[in-house]
C-alpha cells in the first residue's frame, strides 16, 4: 500500500519510510514529498485519504468539511504522539516585513532584513508560541452541517506565507537597466523553506488560532468540565516545503497603484518566465510577501525545475522574459477586447482573488526597460563574461587543464566557481577552484604533473584532510579520465 487511499484497521499504520524522514534521517530535498493524511472511519474500518502538505493545510484544517464517497465528514481531531501535543509545539517569530522565518527563542530583528519583529497591519501575531506542524488528521461522520458552520467555513482560513534560506545557500544579483539603473534585486535561494501558517478561520476576528484538547486530540470548545484543563487555544498549524526559491524585489514601484503594480507583476513574470522555459503552471508558483514589497517566487515541482538559478547567471535573462510579457499582454499584437487583463493574457482561475487588481497597462514601462536589461552578479557588477575572464587570469599559469576545465564549466552554462587558487586555512590547502555560496566544492584538476605514484600520495592525503576538516566536497579531475562526465554534478548548483 502506498501513500496515497488505501483500507485501514487501525487509524495509524507504522511507514518507516515517513518515519524516517519524519525525523529527519533522510535528505529533505530530492526525496518525494509526504503529504498530510486524513483519516475517514467507513462501516468496515476505515480510509485513509492524503492530500499534498499545502491542499491538506486548509482542506484537513479543524471542523472543514470532507466530501468522501457522498457523505460529508469534519476534521475533528489530531493525531496525539506519544510524546504529547506540548513537545510538538513550535515557537516561531515571523517578519512580516519580508516574510523571513525564525524559529527558537523569539527575536526582536530580522535576521534576513533587520526590521523589527511586529504584527502586520491586519493584526496578524508576529510572535507565536504554539505552533503545531500538521499531523494527521481524524475526520468525524457529519450528516447534517448547521448554517452558523456552513457561514464560517464560507470565508476560509487565514494563512500567512514565510521562507527561510538553506544556510551558505543564497545568491544575489541585480537587473539593470541600460543606463545602468537597478530595477529589480534578485536573491537565489536553493533548498530554502517554504512555511505556511494557518491562524485560524477568517470569520473568527475575535479569535485566533484554534482551540485544542492537547489529551484527547480534539479540536474546539470543550466537551465536558474535565476537558477544559487540558485546552489551549490560539493553536496554529503549520506546513513546509524545500524548494528552490527566488525573491524578487522591485526598486522602483510607483507611488500611484503600487499594490495593483506588484499583483500585476507577480502574474507577468510567472507567466513569462512559465513561457520562456516551457514550465508547466504548476512547477513555478508565487506570491507577495512583506505587505507587496518582495515576490516570492518557487519551484514547486518535486526536486525542482532548476531554473530560477539561471535567471541570475544569464546576463540577458530578463531581456528574454520581458519579450515574452511583452507578447502575452498584447503589447505586440493589440488585442482591442482585453482591458485590463484577460484570460489569455494574466487572468486565471489560481488568480482570481486578485482579478480586480491586475491591469498590464501599469508594468508596460517596466517591460520596455528590461527589454534592454542586464543581470549583474555580486562579482562587483561584472558579467559573466567578464567574471570568467578573471577567473582565467588566476589559474596557475603552469596548467593548461585548469583552462580546459574552467572553459568547460562556462561553456556549458555551469555556475562559475567562487575562487580560483585560494587557500583554505583551515586545511592548508589550495584547491584549484572553489564553490563556496551555493554549496561547498573544492576542484582539483590533475594535469601530467600528477601522475608520479608521490604526488598521488601526497594528493591524496591532502585532500583528505581537507574533507575532514572543512566539509568541502572533494572532485577530482584526471586529465587522463572521464573528467568532462564528472564535471555535470556542478549543473544542479
Ligand atoms: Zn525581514
Ligand atoms: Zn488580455
Known amino acids: 500500500m502506498g501513500l496515497n487511499e488505501g483500507k485501514s484497521n487501525s487509524e495509524f499504520e507504522f511507514y518507516p519510510y515517513r518515519y524516517f524522514a519524519a525525523e529527519g534521517f533522510l535528505p529533505g530535498f530530492n526525496f518525494p514529498r509526504l503529504p498530510v493524511r486524513a483519516y ?190 487540558s485546552l489551549h487555544t490560539e493553536v496554529n498549524l503549520m506546513v513546509n516545503d524545500t524548494c528552490n526559491i527566488l525573491v524578487i524585489e522591485p526598486l522602483s514601484v510607483p507611488v500611484e497603484n503600487s499594490e495593483a503594480f506588484i499583483a500585476t507583476l507577480q502574474y507577468t513574470l510567472e507567466t513569462a518566465i512559465q513561457a520562456v522555459y516551457k514550465l508547466e503552471a504548476d512547477e513555478l508558483d508565487s506570491e507577495r510577501l512583506g505587505e507587496g514589497k518582495y515576490l516570492l517566487f518557487w519551484e514547486a515541482a518535486e526536486g525542482g525545475a532548476g531554473v530560477l538559478s539561471q535567471l541570475l547567471e544569464k546576463p540577458e535573462a530578463f531581456q528574454k522574459i520581458a519579450n515574452a510579457a511583452l507578447d502575452i499582454c498584447h503589447f505586440n499584437q493589440p488585442k482591442e477586447s482585453c482591458v485590463q487583463a484577460c484570460y489569455e493574457c494574466l487572468l486565471s482561475y489560481r488568480n482570481q482573488f486578485d482579478h480586480a487588481l491586475i491591469n498590464r497597462h501599469y508594468i508596460k514601462p517596466l517591460l520596455d526597460q528590461l527589454l534592454a536589461s542586464k543581470v549583474v552578479g555580486n562579482f562587483e557588477g561584472m558579467s559573466r563574461e567578464e567574471r570568467y575572464q578573471q577567473l582565467l587570469q588566476q589559474t596557475d599559469p603552469n596548467s593548461n587543464f585548469e583552462r580546459v576545465v574552467l572553459q568547460e564549466i562556462y561553456q556549458r552554462g555551469y555556475k562559475l566557481p567562487d575562487a580560483a587558487q585560494e587557500l583554505i586555512p583551515l586545511a592548508n590547502c589550495k584547491p584549484d577552484f572553489i564553490y563556496k ?56 548548483l
Open 40 to 229: 475517514i472511519p467507513t462501516e468496515d474500518g476505515g480510509e485513509f485519504i492524503s492530500r499534498p502538505r499545502t491542499v491538506a493545510l486548509r482542506e484537513f484544517a479543524p471542523s472543514n468539511i470532507v466530501y468522501y464517497e457522498g457523505s460529508k465528514f469534519m476534521v475533528a481531531k489530531t493525531k496525539v504522539p506519544v510524546s504529547g501535543i506540548d513537545s510538538q509545539y513550535k515557537r516561531v517569530s515571523v517578519c512580516f516585513n519580508c516574510g523571513y522565518f525564525h524559529e527558537g527563542n523569539f527575536r526582536d530583528t530580522c535576521e534576513n532584513c533587520d526590521a523589527a519583529i511586529k504584527n502586520d497591519r491586519y493584526e496578524n501575531i508576529a510572535k507565536l508560541t504554539r505552533v503545531l506542524p500538521m499531523e494527521t488528521a481524524i475526520a468525524r461522520r457529519r450528516e447534517r452541517i448547521t448554517c452558523d458552520e456552513e457561514e464560517r467555513l464560507k470565508y476560509g482560513y487565514n494563512v500567512t506565507t514565510h521562507f527561510r534560506y538553506d544556510s551558505q545557500k543564497q545568491e544575489s544579483a541585480t537587473v539593470q537597466s541600460v543606463e545602468g539603473t537597478p530595477l529589480l534585486r534578485l536573491t537565489y535561494g536553493a533548498t530554502a523553506k517554504i512555511w505556511r501558517i494557518n491562524r485560524g478561520l477568517k470569520k473568527n476576528i475575535d479569535e485566533r488560532g484554534f482551540k485544542l484538547d492537547t489529551k484527547t486530540g480534539f479540536w474546539g470548545d470543550p466537551r465536558n468540565e474535565q476537558a477544559t484543563e
Open 437 to 492: 555560496t551555493n554549496a561547498a566544492i573544492a576542484i582539483f584538476c590533475d594535469g601530467s604533473v600528477h601522475d608520479s605514484p608521490d604526488k598521488r600520495r601526497q594528493d591524496q592525503i591532502e585532500r583528505d584532510n581537507l574533507r575532514y576538516n572543512t566539509g568541502y566536497t572533494v572532485l577530482t579531475l584526471r586529465h587522463d579520465q572521464d573528467w568532462e562526465a564528472k564535471l555535470s554534478i556542478l549543473a544542479s
